[in-house]
C-alpha cells in the first residue's frame, strides 16, 4: 500500500514496532487442524463429534481467508449446532452458506448505515438556520404581535 501511495510510510514505521506474522492455513494443515479443534471441543462440552469424510475434504477445500481462526470457529459452530454425532457435507454447506449470508447481510447494513448519516449530516451554519427559523416560527405562533415575538427571541421579556 505504500508502493501505490494508498498508506503512509511514516505512519507504517510509527506502527511497526512489533510484527506479527499469522501464516495462511494450508491445505495440507487443515485436517490435523480439526481433529485438533474437535478433540478439544469433544472434551470440553462433553461431546462426541466426528466429520465425515465427505465433510473434512469439503473443509479442506475451502479457501480461509480469516486464517486459522476462522477454521477454528467454524469449527466450534458447526460442532455446536449440529444434532448429529457425524457431521456431514450438508452440514458444511448450511454453515458455509448462512456465514456468508451473514458477512453479507452485515456489509449491507454498513453500507445503508453510511448512506443514511451521510445523508443527514449537514453544515454547522445551515443547521443553525433550521433551528433559529424554527424558533422564530413557533415564538410567533404563541404570541399575536410579532413585536412580543421579537423581544422574546431576543432576550429582553
Not at 461431546?47 to 481462526?69: C, D, I, K, M, Y
Not at 466450534?76 to 447481510?105: H, P, Y
Request: glycine share 4%; net charge negative.
Amino acid at each position: 500500500m505504500i508502493r501505490e501511495g494508498t498508506f503512509q510510510e511514516d505512519l507504517y514505521y510509527r506502527l511497526n514496532i512489533i510484527p506479527i506474522y499469522i501464516p495462511r492455513v494450508r491445505k495440507e494443515d487443515i485436517i490435523p487442524l480439526i481433529y485438533h479443534f474437535l478433540k478439544g471441543l469433544n472434551y470440553k462440552y462433553g461431546l462426541n463429534r466426528s466429520f465425515t469424510h465427505e465433510a473434512l475434504t469439503s473443509l479442506q477445500n475451502h479457501e480461509w481467508p480469516g486464517n486459522v481462526q476462522e477454521l477454528q470457529n467454524i469449527v466450534e459452530r458447526i460442532s455446536l449446532i449440529s444434532t448429529n454425532s457425524k457431521i456431514d457435507i450438508q452440514d458444511i454447506q448450511n454453515e458455509m452458506a448462512f456465514s456468508q449470508d451473514r458477512t453479507q447481510s452485515a456489509q449491507s447494513d454498513i453500507n445503508t448505515a453510511n448512506r443514511a448519516s451521510s445523508e443527514k449530516i449537514q453544515p454547522l451554519k445551515s443547521k443553525l438556520e433550521e433551528v433559529e427559523f424554527n424558533l422564530i416560527q413557533e415564538t410567533i405562533d404563541l404570541f399575536p404581535s410579532v413585536r412580543k415575538a421579537a423581544l422574546i427571541i431576543l432576550g429582553f421579556v
